[in-house]
Antibody, heavy 120, light 107 residues
Framework: EVHLVDSGGGLVQPGGSLRLSCAAS????????MTWVRQAPGKGLEWVAY????????KYADSVQGRFTISRDNAKNSLFLQMNSLRADDTAVYYC?????????????WGQGTLVTVSA | EIVLTQSPATLSLSPGARATLSCRAS??????LAWYQQKPGQVPSLLIY???NRATGIPDRFRGSGSGTDFTLTITSLEPEDSAIYYC?????????FGQGTRLEIK
């Protein structure tokens, strides 16, 4: 069974940093593209970042470009999101999601989400 | 950036009725569009991909149609558990974007 477990969220001050993790199991992680999606409290879904299976193609939303870094460790079946220079509008639940295979860039499994709160 | 506009914002229907949800793209996305369902307190789940293909385990009460800029999610024989927010999402170009959602209430 596919399982994604998000962790690393918490309360951080504006300008601070946080590293989110996503532990994957139940599928061959190294062959799947992965994505982070966030959802601000009471709001809709916002795509954040994408990484292909070999970490050769990486994309970011303009709102996080230059501040966030997506990465993965295929040996440890893990996905990461390093978030720097955090702002109040980064407050959201962050979900890791597995990309559907053929075609990709749709999200067929999601983690439970981890809440990031940016506040003084 | 491709903007996806969903309508209506809220839809209130009775059990057994048919729901028609719309998603309009600001430019053509061909058939590169998906629909997700998010029930209260739950994570989103993939319903439809490539405009009309049901994801694994999705009943045939859920039907996606459209191409280009206009897309529709039709849900027939509504059940109380269909109460959720429904989002469309395109993959036609970067950045990927989602619509703002349609809230479906079954009363």
């Amino acid at each position: 069974e596919v399982h994604l477990v998000d962790s690393g969220g918490g309360l951080v001050q504006p300008g601070g940093s946080l590293r989110l993790s996503c532990a994957a199991s139940g599928f061959t992680f190294s062959t799947y593209e992965m994505t982070w999606v966030r959802q601000a409290p009471g709001k809709g879904l916002e795509w954040v970042a994408y990484i292909d299976s070999g970490a050769t193609t990486i994309k970011y939303a303009d709102s996080v470009q230059g501040r966030f870094t997506i990465s993965r460790d295929n040996a440890k079946n893990s996905l990461f999101l390093q978030m720097n220079s955090l702002r109040a509008d980064d407050t959201a639940v962050y979900y890791c999601a597995r990309d559907h295979i053929a075609p990709g860039l749709y999200f067929d499994y999601w983690g439970q989400g981890t809440l990031v709160t940016v506040s003084a | 950036e491709i903007v996806l506009t969903q309508s209506p914002a809220t839809l209130s229907l009775s059990p057994g009725a048919r729901a028609t949800l719309s998603c309009r793209a600001s430019q053509s996305v061909s058939s590169r569009l998906a629909w997700y369902q998010q029930k209260p307190g739950q994570v989103p789940s993939l319903l439809i991909y490539e405009a009309s293909n049901r994801a694994t385990g999705i009943p045939d009460r859920f039907r996606g149609s459209g191409s280009g800029t206009d897309f529709t999610l039709t849900i027939t024989s509504l059940e109380p558990e269909d109460s959720a927010i429904y989002y469309c999402q395109h993959r036609a170009s970067w950045p990927i974007t989602f619509g703002q959602g349609t809230r479906l209430e079954i009363k």
